[in-house]
C-alpha cells in the first residue's frame, strides 16, 4: 500500500519593513474636551423627579436677594478701617463673581436627594441643571444681567481708573461671560487625559535580523519575540 503523498508548503517570508515596525504606548491627549450628561438614561431620571436644588433661581426674591448680599457685602467691607470706595467696590465685583462662579459654574451635582435622580446630575454644574439646561430663560438673562450691572456700577464708583476698569473687566468676562455661553454648555475641557481604553497600541513582534522571517516554527513563539 502506497503511502499518501507529502505536500511541501514554500517558505513563508515578510517584507523587510515589518522588521522596523515596534509597538508603542498609546499617548494621552493633552487637552481634550468632551460632552457630560448627554446619556437617554440620564435624562429619563432627571424627569422623573423635580430637581429642587435649581428651581429656587425661579422662585419668589430668587433675583432679588442677590442685590441683597451685594449691598451686605458692600457694608461688610467698608466696616475695614482705611478701605476707599474704589477698593471696595472692586472687592465687592471681584468677590460677588467669584462666588457665583463657584457655585454656577464649578461645582457639579446636586446636595441632596442625589440617589432619586440616580446620579444624573453628578456632571452638571447648577448653570446646566437651571430650566432643564434651556437657554435664555427669564432666570438665566438674569444671572447674566446681575454681573454686568454689578460691572458698571463698579466701573462707576471706581471714577473709571483704567487699572480697576481692567481687573473688573476680566473678572467679568472670564467668571461670568465665557462660562455661561451656550457653546460651552455641557462641555469639559480635560487637561492630559488618558485614553479612555487604557490599553496600548498592539504590538508587533521586533526581530533583529531579517533572516528570522524567513521561517517560523509556530511552537517556539513566546511573548520574547514581541518585546
Not at 55 to 60: D, G, I, L
Not at 174 to 189: F, N, S, T
Request: no cysteine; hydrophobic share 45%.
Amino acid at each position: 500500500m502506497s503511502s499518501p503523498p507529502t505536500i511541501k508548503l514554500p517558505q513563508f517570508s515578510l517584507p523587510h519593513q515589518t522588521a522596523a515596525l515596534k509597538g508603542r504606548k498609546r499617548s494621552g491627549s493633552i487637552v481634550k474636551v468632551e460632552e457630560v450628561g448627554g446619556r437617554v438614561e440620564e435624562l429619563l431620571d432627571r424627569s422623573a423627579y423635580v430637581n429642587i436644588n435649581a428651581n429656587w433661581v425661579n422662585a419668589k426674591g430668587a433675583w432679588l436677594i442677590h442685590v441683597v448680599l451685594v449691598f451686605t457685602g458692600k457694608i461688610i467691607i467698608d466696616t475695614i478701617p482705611g478701605m476707599t470706595q474704589q477698593i471696595s467696590w472692586t472687592l465687592v465685583n471681584l468677590i460677588y463673581l467669584a462666588l457665583s462662579y463657584l457655585m454656577f459654574h464649578w461645582v457639579t451635582g446636586i446636595p441632596f436627594d442625589n440617589d432619586l435622580h440616580a446620579g444624573a446630575y453628578d456632571d452638571l454644574t447648577l448653570w446646566e441643571q437651571i430650566d432643564d439646561g434651556a437657554q435664555y430663560t427669564p432666570a438665566k438673562k438674569w444671572l447674566v444681567t446681575a454681573p454686568i450691572l454689578l460691572f458698571l456700577a463698579s466701573t462707576h464708583y471706581t471714577n473709571y481708573n483704567p487699572w480697576l476698569f481692567a481687573v473688573n473687566l476680566a473678572a467679568l468676562i472670564v467668571l461670568a461671560i465665557i462660562p455661561k455661553l451656550p457653546q460651552l454648555h455641557r462641555q469639559r475641557v480635560r487637561f492630559l487625559s488618558q485614553d479612555g481604553s487604557g490599553m496600548a497600541t498592539p504590538v508587533t513582534p521586533s526581530f533583529s535580523h531579517p533572516e528570522q522571517l524567513k521561517q517560523i516554527d509556530p511552537s517556539t513563539i513566546s511573548e520574547a519575540l514581541f518585546k
